[in-house]
């Protein structure tokens, strides 16, 4: 049996004009569609007006983290994307 694992994501958007909220809406989308749970988007400053989005969510051990890493890197107006963080969170 495998466990959960807590995640953050650095999103890079593409530029400080970049859509925000939709690009929330379908990282979330594409993050539910395989597996993710408990999402949360954090908003913060960079620079020169620049904006990373953090995305905070569960997601299962078993799977491989290159799937949610291209399927972000893939949402529209999104430049880079960046596993902070990868932990145990249960299990």
């Known amino acids: 049996m495998s466990g959960i694992a ?3 994501v650095k999103m ?3 530029g400080p004009d ?5 690009i929330k809406e379908l990282a979330k989308s594409k993050l539910e569609e ?3 749970q ?4 954090e908003i913060k400053e960079v ?8 995305v905070k969510f569960a997601w299962p051990e ?3 983290t290159s799937l949610f890493e ?3 890197a893939d949402v529209e107006g999104v430049s880079s994307v960046d596993t902070e963080d990868y932990r145990r969170a249960f299990g």
């Open 47 to 54: 620079a020169f007006g620049l904006k990373a989005i953090f």
């Open 34 to 36: 395989d597996g993710a």
């Open 70 to 72: 291209d399927k972000l």
């Open 38 to 41: 408990n999402i949360s988007f």
């Open 18 to 22: 970049s859509d925000l909220e939709n």
């Open 12 to 14: 890079m958007p593409e």
């Open 6 to 8: 807590a995640v953050i």
């Open 62 to 64: 078993k799977k491989d």
